[in-house]
């Protein structure tokens, strides 16, 4: 494999693949209990008509107030399902 | 390393498909940075798109893991997934600013280079674990000598003739001279 003989480009390749920040990998990795915690929101709100009613009034609240903290990107997606369900 | 890290991306998957969260953790760690350069390298995108668009990637390699039907194509399938998404990053921000419009956005020459640099990265794993760590932190995380010598314990003063020399071996990795590090992935 000659186009790895040269070990400046090797160097040039190595700093092509720097770490992605932290939290973003942390976030990755924490992806599916976030997963879960956007599936419970939803049958739950499909299931309990008050519920949804309240999330729809103020999302950010109504979770609050039954201990779920789910993170921004989890929020938009309970936003859009209310609003085209 | 995690006694996953030696698996192959074939039974990263299927360990993943069976709910295993330290198999999702090592495919993360083991693709981040790939679907980083992609969309940072590969297509310019600011820091936010980026994250967007690396998460997102993420959040469909999960719930799409069942729809891959050959296990040790997942490399493919990440890059795939993520070009796509870092488009459709562009196109909507086209859209948001019609002065753009007629930028055109094609693959630049950067995302030939991050295949080649996963490839090389691949192969930093047949190292041994100072080897790996010393390369990666010089050039991957852009750390002095100084930095090195004092997180690695190792006198600075040789930081430099120990990279000529893991830079060396990692050489002899990539054309082969080494036998395949045991468990290489693929």
Known sequence: ?85 | MTRHSSLTDAELVRACRAGDSEAWNELVERYSRYVYAIAVRGFRLSDDDAEDVFQDVFTRIYLRLDSLRDDSALRPWIAQLTRRRCLDALASKSRETPAEDELMYEETSDLTDVEEAFAVREALAGLSETCQEMLDRFFARDQSYRTIGEELDIPSGTIASRIARCLGRLREQLEGRNPPAEGSRG
């Open chain 1, 1 to 85: 494999m000659t186009r790895f003989s040269n070990e400046e480009r090797l160097g040039v390749l190595l700093r092509l693949l720097p770490p992605a920040p932290a939290g973003w990998v942390r976030a990755a990795q924490e992806m599916p209990i976030a997963r879960r915690t956007f599936d419970e929101i939803v049958s739950r709100a499909e299931a309990d008509l008050a519920f949804r009613a309240a999330l729809v009034a103020d999302l950010e609240q109504a979770l609050a107030a039954e201990g779920f903290e789910p993170d921004r990107r989890v929020l938009d997606e309970i936003r859009d399902r209310l609003t085209n369900n």
